[in-house]
């Protein structure tokens, strides 16, 4: 899968504009655990959070649900933070390297001046210059609880690409069976091998 150029996040940011009332925002990020038969000697690197052993999808979804760009592979014991900075995408992002539009007015908020052009994720990314994530706590300020409700409804679109994913796909419902084998570059891949359930 190709990663948008600079035209593609242009349509990509005001689809944002025009369906989620979110300017500047050129996808949403999130990542997804997909539960695995743990691999044989894995010890505990796909063993996560929610006690199951899992890979990591990372992705980008534009307002329209589709998938922009896909990381698979990620151990499962690995945050969303985590995946994004060991991923191709994730090191891209911090170069500066992806092609995303120059800085904008947004209109009704000239005073502001320029901004980025952004992705919106949830609290277990981290803040970056083009990377936006919501105020931390309950006692916030009544303007940033409506930029984290504006947040919310952007980033929300990758919660339902995600929920879209599974129930078109059901083997992501259940125990997948995988096993990590090295390529000739010597990384670690992964190969589905079955489907439980």
């Not at 979110?22 to 999130?30: E, H, K, L, Q, Y």
């Amino acid at each position: 899968m190709p990663v948008p150029q600079a035209e593609d996040w242009r349509a990509i940011a005001a689809e944002f504009q025009e369906r989620r009332n979110f300017p500047n925002c050129v996808g949403a990020i999130d990542g997804k655990h997909v539960v695995i038969q743990a691999p044989a000697n894995s010890g505990s690197l796909y063993f996560n959070y929610k006690s199951t052993h899992s890979l990591v999808l990372l992705a980008v979804v534009d307002a329209q649900y589709l998938f922009r760009v896909v990381d698979v592979g990620g151990f499962g014991r690995s945050s969303d933070s985590g995946s994004l900075r060991n991923s191709a995408f994730g090191e891209s992002l911090r170069d500066g390297s992806l092609q995303l539009p120059p800085d904008t007015v947004i209109p009704g908020a000239e005073r502001l001046g320029l901004l980025p052009h952004v992705f919106v994720g949830d609290e277990a990314f981290p803040l970056l210059d083009n990377l936006l994530r919501p105020f931390p706590g309950r006692q916030i300020t009544r303007e940033r609880r409506m930029y984290n409700y504006r947040l919310s409804r952007a980033r929300l679109v990758v919660e339902c690409a995600f929920g879209i994913l599974s129930s078109r796909w059901r083997m992501f419902r259940h125990a997948i069976t995988t096993s990590p084998e090295e390529d000739d570059g010597k990384e670690i891949t992964h190969t589905c091998r079955g489907v439980h359930g």
